[in-house]
């Protein structure tokens, strides 16, 4: 994974339990990266292609009792689908490529949640995106509670897991934050959106050396 990219564009990540508030700090860097004319597109996981899509239906429903294994390799194959069709092509054009959820969260959800062989779980994204690393990850770092009050009323699949099971996610993103400091940066997101965004803005400029 410390393969150094080559790609012309630029490909940042955002992570964390659910409820984090990742999704809204994506929303407002692509924003952000609009009003100051970047090329710019937001995917999100599993998702953004057609299959993938639908592949996210069936890993959300509550309905389906999906094998840990199963889960792992559906997962996966969405991100073969959508680094392929979108990731990929995007990167070569010199595009900024902002993705809410990407490896780092089957390392989180499958390895450290559904305790899969991490080793095995790391070797399938290398193969799913044929090798690609994101250039920044944010991490949002939350208390569980908090999390927890900031879901929907309808948790799906994976929301409702143990606690005990959230509890392992979150640890296992702390790890890949302790481990990939280079690339990934914890942040607490407990603050208000707008004051976790300043940080995020601050790591990006540097990052992506905006003035
Ligand atoms: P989202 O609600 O943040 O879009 O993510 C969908 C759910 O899928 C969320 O509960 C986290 C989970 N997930 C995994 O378990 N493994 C993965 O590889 C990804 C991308 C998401």
């Known amino acids: 994974m410390k393969k150094q990219n080559k790609h012309k564009g630029r490909l940042?990540?955002?992570e964390g339990?659910?409820?984090?508030?990742?999704?809204?700090?994506?929303?407002?860097?692509?924003?952000?990266?609009k009003k100051l004319k970047k090329e710019v597109i937001l995917l999100r996981e599993p998702g953004s292609t057609p299959v993938a899509e639908k592949l996210r239906k069936i890993l959300l429903d509550k309905?389906?009792?999906?094998?840990?294994l199963t889960e792992l390799l559906l997962y996966e194959?969405?991100?073969s689908e959508l680094t392929a069709l979108k990731i990929r092509p995007l990167l070569a054009n010199g595009a900024v490529v902002l993705c809410d959820?990407?490896?780092d969260s089957t390392t989180a959800y499958q390895g450290y949640g559904r305790k899969l062989n991490i080793k095995m779980v790391k070797s399938l994204h290398?193969?799913?995106?044929?090798?690609?690393?994101?250039?920044l990850t944010f991490v949002f770092d939350v208390d569980l509670k908090t999390a927890a009050s900031r879901r929907g009323k309808n948790p799906?699949?994976?929301e409702s897991q143990s606690l005990a099971f959230h509890k392992r996610v979150r640890r296992?993103?702390?790890?890949i934050a302790r481990t990939e400091k280079r690339r990934v940066k914890l942040i607490d997101s407990s603050p208000l959106p707008d004051m976790i965004f300043e940080q995020v803005k601050a790591i990006l400029k540097r990052k992506l050396k905006l003035t």
Request: with cysteine; glycine share 10%; charged share 25%.
């Open 101 to 103: 959820r990407f490896y």
């Open 63 to 68: 309905k389906l009792d999906i094998p840990d």
């Open 77 to 79: 194959a969405a991100r």
């Open 12 to 14: 940042i990540t955002f």
């Open 126 to 135: 290398k193969i799913a995106t044929g090798n690609i690393v994101p250039d």
């Open 172 to 175: 296992g993103f702390q790890e």
């Open 17 to 33: 339990i659910d409820g984090c508030g990742k999704s809204v700090q994506a929303g407002k860097v692509f924003n952000y990266l």
């Open 156 to 158: 799906d699949r994976l």
